[in-house]
């Protein structure tokens, strides 16, 4: 089994529900979409192929955690790859956009799948069904706060989401970032929202 890999890193995780948490990442190559605000635009390449001894060689053994990410990973069948990891004992994280939905083995196998739904502001007009609520948590990207979580609240009606499930991520290109935090912190408490407000802590702290 091989992978199409764009590149492997240790960080520490900076996005969601698992934000802080110390991770390798696996970057896995291309994409079925492309964003406008794409912070990866460099992993619609089709990158390097590598077998799974090969990527387990990469990452850090002592750092426990590993996410895949892309691009979007579940375009390839990373099953393989997730027994391999967690045969070595890791927690898997899946940074996936929901478009694809990962098999019932697949569900079994990873501990958290990391959703963002893309809304308008990506450009894209999707079609989603989240009726059997897949997703560990759902991570919506920012860019427009006051049109772009009406439109959350709207797919999360529509798709029955728990709000408690739904966190909001403000645009990472803001050159005023702390400012853009603050402006989804006030929407949410004006309206009485139960959706979270989380940055990117990587882009705070200036590491990959
Ligand atoms: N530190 C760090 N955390 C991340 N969480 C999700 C990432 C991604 O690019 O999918 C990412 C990333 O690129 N870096
Ligand atoms: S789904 Fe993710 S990786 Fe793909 S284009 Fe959108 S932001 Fe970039
Ligand atoms: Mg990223």
């Not at 492309?34 to 794409?38: E, F, G, L």
């Not at 702290?205 to 990959?208: E, H, K």
């Given at each position: 089994m091989k992978y199409r890999v764009i590149e492997i890193f240790t960080s520490v995780q900076g996005e969601g529900e698992v934000i802080g948490t110390p991770s390798n990442f696996i970057r896995l190559a291309t994409c079925n979409l492309?964003?406008?605000?794409?912070d990866t635009k460099y992993s619609w390449e089709i990158g390097t192929e590598m077998t799974i001894d090969e990527i387990i060689?990469?990452?850090d053994k002592k750092i426990r955690t590993t996410t895949i990410t892309g691009g979007e990973p579940l375009l390839q069948n990373v099953v393989p790859l997730a027994k391999?990891?967690?045969s070595i004992g890791?927690?898997?994280v899946i940074e996936t956009n929901g478009t694809i939905k990962p098999s019932e083995e697949l569900r079994k196998i990873i501990d958290v799948f990391s959703v963002s739904p893309k809304l308008s502001n990506s450009?894209?007009?999707l079609k989603y069904d989240f009726s059997d609520d897949w997703a560990t948590y759902y991570k919506f990207v920012i860019v427009y706060p006051n049109k772009d979580i009406d439109e959350v609240i709207k797919f999360v009606e529509s798709q029955n989401i728990n709000p408690r499930k739904v966190i909001l991520q403000p645009d990472g290109n803001r050159s005023d970032y702390i400012n853009a935090i603050n402006e989804i912190v006030q929407i949410v408490l004006d309206r009485g929202l139960l959706f979270r407000v989380l940055p990117q802590l990587h882009r705070i702290?200036?590491?990959?």
């Open positions: 492309r964003c406008v605000w794409c060689a990469k990452i391999e990891l967690k890791h927690k898997i450009g894209h007009k702290i200036g590491v990959r």
